[in-house]
């Protein structure tokens, strides 16, 4: 009796542990349940920071002549500009640009005699960086007006950027990630179960657009600068553990 009992118990164990060993077995590589969400972060700013930039040229037979002419002009626009409100700080002459101009010669019958030399170009750029965004735009409106001082300017669209940049990308982050957190719980709870811990955080590209503009997002990222009121907007992907 005393042997049948053990053999009893003995079989009971190998088919437990036989079931327990099959389900380990089956379970082994069971991924754990994991929830991945992407969360989003916006905020719109008006730029603090504006650039603009211009040209002007005089042309001469005479190299020296060309430039005491370039000289003259900058004059009148430095004191234009001054007298505009812009500061001696703001205001950067670059380096004058100089090139000899020329026009290809033909004989009669349409052959190619060589060059025949016009005189010398001069150019100079300046640039304007300023934290008195509207004060440069009125300027860059109003710039026609040294035409009637005789001066040809040549001025370029405005350039707009954001002295706190930096600051603003740690704000996104942050309203990226609460985003994403939510998405995670709200799927959590209506999948019966709760959310767990942080399995990983993957930042985003970080996007910078004109407001209200049909500007297409970059995979690298996309910086508008040619608007003054901006859109910013990252994204962070939150991998969660699912209970």
């Not at 389900?23 to 991945?36: E, L, P």
């Not at 700080?89 to 005699?113: I, M, Q, W």
């Not at 001025?155 to 706190?164: G, H, I, L, M, N």
């Not at 608007?227 to 962070?236: L, R």
Request: charged share 25%; proline share 0%.
């Amino acid at each position: 009796m005393k042997n049948n009992i053990t053999a009893i118990i003995f079989s009971l164990a190998i088919v437990i542990s036989a079931f327990l060993l099959g389900n380990a077995f089956m379970n082994r590589n069971k991924a754990d349940g994991t929830i991945s969400v992407n969360g989003l972060g916006k905020a719109d700013f008006t730029s603090d920071l504006i650039v603009w930039e211009g040209s002007f040229a005089k042309e001469s037979s005479n190299l020296q002549q060309a430039f005491n002419d370039l000289e003259k002009d900058k004059k009148i626009i430095s004191d234009y500009l001054l007298s505009k409100g812009i500061t001696e700080k703001e205001l950067v002459f670059n380096a004058v640009n100089s090139r000899k101009n020329s026009r290809a010669k033909y004989t009669a019958d349409g052959k190619y005699v060589g060059e025949e030399f016009l005189g010398y170009v001069l150019t100079q750029s300046l640039q304007i960086d300023s934290n008195d965004v509207e004060k440069v735009e009125k300027i860059s409106r109003e710039i026609t007006e040294l035409l009637n001082k005789g001066i040809q300017f040549y001025s370029q669209a405005p350039r707009y950027y954001y002295t706190k940049l930096a600051d603003l990308k740690i704000e996104m982050i942050s309203k990226a990630t609460a985003d994403a957190k939510m998405r995670a719980e709200t799927i959590a709870k209506n999948s019966g179960g709760k959310l767990g811990s942080l399995i990983s955080a993957k930042l985003g590209v970080f996007q910078i657009t004109g407001q209200n503009s049909n500007e297409d997002y970059s995979w690298g990222g996309t910086y508008n600068t040619s608007s003054k009121e901006k859109t910013a907007s990252i994204t962070m992907k939150l991998d969660y553990e699912a209970n």
